[in-house]
């Protein structure tokens, strides 16, 4: 018998805004249009961390909800990095607060396509790739910096027309490299591995939607991702990272964007968007304990505003540190009763702490 994840017990407590870190000490950080706020008691209480400044249409758009989907101007993602700085991923670039500082500056502007979907965090090192449509005859790049994201400069260098744009770079913390996670069609899909030094990429696979993902759980032998297609059946697959060989472990929904772990708790999430292979209108979540037996925690139906202006259904999952919490945290986006607000899930575990949202 499956061992329990979510418990009963504990009822879900939600707070308006966006899932964006769950720190190693227990801090969770949420995002409310262009501000960041702080939970240091678990959800019960928040504060306001930092802020991207913004004036005018650009203030009033991130106040509205409808407003601040269709043009996507928010706070996407959010890093706090060893230095006590934070890094977030806005509309027109990636910001940057020193430690004790709230008002963020903006340390890299994008130039083509949109923002990066995310970037990820080694040490004093920030990677992240490039994004977008029109980048397909481009050499793309991933761009990287080494102090803590007060500047940014070229990293790697795809070929010309190689790939469409980069989904993620994602640190593996038991080899030292970085699983390069890229799309989207035909022989551009594909997961490589990229050398420590930048210099030299590795592809385990590509040329199918497997091989296409956003986001990926890295286990000591193997990736499991949620495969991202709009054009076939999506799974949660395991690939081996010595062999290259893939395995379907459950076939879901809906394409895959999000993917975390809280303490030993694997999470992946799916999103609703056009497939003629999935039909279905579920955001669901998925919770593993092993990386292997997925079960279903959570379903949320997308809403009746166009996918197209209004973002795609997604159950949206914070970056985590390698803490063992006794919850779940997790936002919807465009979905019925959840979107732009943050869910707090007590978790079955032996010391049965209680986590309440504000």
Same mark, same amino acid.
């Given at each position: ?20 870190? =769950? ?20 959800? $019960? ?14 203030? @009033? ?5 409808? +407003?601040?989907? +269709? ?5 996407? /993602? ?7 700085? *934070? ?10 607060? /020193?430690?004790?500082?709230? /008002? ?28 977008? =449509? ?30 469409? @744009?980069?989904? @993620? ?10 699983? !390069?996670? !890229? ?7 594909? !997961? ?5 030094? $930048? ?38 697959? *395991? +690939? ?56 279903? +925690? ?9 996918? !197209? ?47 309440? /949202?504000?």
């Amino acid at each position: 018998m499956a061992r329990p994840i979510i418990d009963n017990q504990k009822h879900v407590t939600t707070t308006s805004g966006r899932a964006l870190f =769950s720190a190693a000490n227990g801090d969770l950080y949420i995002g409310r249009g262009c501000q960041v706020f702080r939970s240091q008691d678990q959800g $019960l209480t928040w504060q306001r961390d930092c802020y991207v400044p913004s004036f005018g249409w650009k203030h @009033h758009c991130s106040k509205f909800r409808v +407003l601040a989907r +269709l043009l996507r101007w928010y706070i996407a /993602a959010l890093h706090v990095l060893p230095d006590g700085s *934070r890094l977030a991923v806005a509309r027109d670039g990636i910001y940057r607060a /020193a430690a004790g500082e709230q /008002a963020m500056t903006r340390v890299f502007s994008i130039q083509r396509g949109s923002r990066p979907l995310n970037f990820s965090v080694d040490g004093s090192r920030v990677l992240f790739g490039e994004y977008g =449509s029109g980048l397909e005859e481009c050499e793309v790049m991933i761009y990287v910096s080494e102090d803590c994201g007060r500047t940014f400069h070229e990293g790697f260098r795809f070929p010309k027309g190689d790939i469409r @744009h980069v989904h @993620h770079v994602k640190v593996d913390p038991f080899e030292g490299n970085y699983w !390069v996670l !890229v799309g989207d069609f035909g022989r551009q899909t594909g !997961v490589g591995v990229l050398s420590r030094d $930048l210099k030299h990429l590795e592809w385990l696979g590509r040329g199918t939607q497997r091989y296409r993902a956003v986001s990926a759980l890295i286990e000591p032998d193997c990736l499991v991702y949620g495969t991202d297609s709009d054009r076939d059946y999506n799974f949660i697959v *395991r +690939l081996d990272k010595k062999s290259g060989r893939l395995d379907e472990l459950m076939e879901v929904e809906g394409s895959s964007l999000y993917s975390a772990r809280f303490g030993d708790l694997r999470v992946i999430s799916t999103a609703v968007e056009p497939n003629p292979y999935c039909r279905s209108r579920d955001c669901t979540l998925y919770g593993s304990w092993n990386g292997g037996n997925w079960q279903r +925690l959570a379903s949320h139906r997308k809403d009746i505003l166009s996918p !197209v202006y209004f973002q795609f259904g997604a159950l949206v999952l914070p970056y985590t540190q390698g803490s063992s919490p006794s919850g779940l945290m997790y936002s919807g986006q465009a979905v019925e009763r959840l979107d732009g607000r943050v869910a707090l899930i007590g978790l079955q575990t032996e010391t049965k702490q209680i986590v309440r /949202a504000a």
